[in-house]
């Protein structure tokens, strides 16, 4: 029993920036009657490369934004604060159920390999923090987990360099270590790095699956809503609802490059 | 006459994160015996990409912490902030004198040209203000300005991607329609960009004469303290005194980048 909200209520969901977008198309896709409310901190955008106290002081103002808007449940699209600050957002959540795509996407991967070895690629502050190795080895101790920060990739794209030669090059020398440690699966553990899926794709090789945490999480809460009772019934599909701490010049391209289709109204929120 | 102030008071400098490091140097350079107290905001960096009102509030939470330790004269290191949101740190700072990037830059590229046409490259904020092409322009009408938006020379510096054929790539894409111009003068836009100097320089081709930023507003400071009488006699040059609002795991690396020192003791300041 959750309180004071409805199958109404809209499902918030929240990241350091506009990243959080692919998780808001894999939850439209997956549920498509669904009200959507999103905050992404395009203020102090990014987290990666910031440090715990920060994160986590950011992910209390951005849960608290949400808040208000009284969701029947919370999807934390940020891998680093998933990482380092998921207890942060529980607790401003109360009886609020919580999905980070962290664990979601741990899951997933768990779930998928068949030779115990999982590769997890991310941001520095999510690749640091361990938090995928410790998930996935807290759901079978036998996996060995090999990691590799991969900065370059969010900037990479956000400029849309998404089949660039250089992206290409910068992949082949990320992704050259964990190609040699013979994995059969990769967790994409950053929500922009499903853009770049392709040559992520072609250059870890054959035969790997990837795991999108944007996917795992929508499908975790399909599950979750079927389980509470908290399915919207059939309402006519929508643009999210959108929330962002700063509008930058960029913005409408970027949402057009991560959801394909034109920019909503976009309200604009002081943090 | 500056109020309150003596020649042993400290020149202040800030920017949005530690880009501005490189202007410390120049600054250390110029003047060894100043005492220098440098700002750079790391838990908001970066501004670049943000929007104006944004960026303004930014250089006004800046400009507050530096006014603390009562310094002689700001320089605004930040690209961005000169660009955008000079007259905000100049109204916050009343007679102490303050020296923006941008300004000294634009003088001493014109003061460079032969054939009167100046690249400029900087952040997506920085060139979309047409910042620098004002002040060029304001000191001769006559100047061609050609400028270019480089969004992912920043990451690649502080990836340490200093001499990588992704880089040179990324260069050789951005630089393209700036060589085709027949500039003989190409001013570096943002801190950061010295770090790239190099391979900047091989792209752009031989005969064009490069800006660098940091330099200029090392010699304007000179200059202005010069006629200020406010020089620091001789002292023993010592470390800047370092204040950050957050400090990342990856800091002390890339200040050994920026420096070519070790990190001394840094203060953690909130904004």
Avoid: W
């Avoid at 608290?64 to 891998?79: D, E, G, T």
């Avoid at 998930?135 to 998404?162: D, M, R, T, Y």
């Avoid at 870890?204 to 399915?231: C, F, N, P, Y």
Wanted: charged content about 20%; aromatic content about 6%; proline content about 5%.
């Amino acid at each position: 029993m959750i309180h004071n909200v409805s199958s109404d209520s809209p499902i918030g969901i929240f990241d350091s920036g506009i990243g959080g977008l692919t998780v808001v198309k894999a939850v439209q896709a997956a549920l498509p009657s669904e009200r959507i409310i999103y905050f992404g901190d395009t203020a102090r955008v990014p987290y990666g490369p910031k440090s715990q106290v920060t994160i986590r002081k950011y992910a209390s103002d951005d849960i608290a934004i949400l808040m208000r808007y009284k969701p029947k449940m919370i999807i934390v699209a940020c891998n680093t604060v998933s990482a380092l600050a998921l207890d942060v957002v529980e607790k401003a959540c109360g009886d609020i159920p919580v999905i980070g795509v962290l664990k979601a996407g741990a899951e997933l991967a768990v779930k998928a390999t068949k030779n115990n070895r999982i590769g997890v690629i991310g941001t520095q502050a999510t690749i640091s923090s361990n938090a995928y190795a410790s998930a996935i080895k807290l759901l079978n101790q036998e996996i060995e987990v090999v990691s590799k920060a991969c900065p370059l990739f969010v900037p990479l794209a956000e400029e849309g360099f998404i089949d660039h030669p250089a992206t290409k090059l910068i992949a082949k020398e990320y992704l050259s270590e964990i190609r040699q440690q013979a994995i059969d699966t990769l967790v994409l553990g950053c929500t922009h790095y499903p853009i770049l899926r392709r040559v992520i794709e072609e250059t870890i090789g054959e035969g790997i699956r990837i795991i999108d945490s944007a996917e795992a999480v929508a499908l975790r809460t399909k599950q979750l809503m079927t389980e509470s009772k908290l399915l919207n019934p059939a309402r006519k599909a929508s643009a999210p609802h959108l929330l962002v701490s700063d509008l930058p010049q960029k913005f409408s391209l970027l949402y057009q490059l991560f959801m394909g289709s034109e920019l909503p109204d976009v309200e604009l929120v002081e943090v």
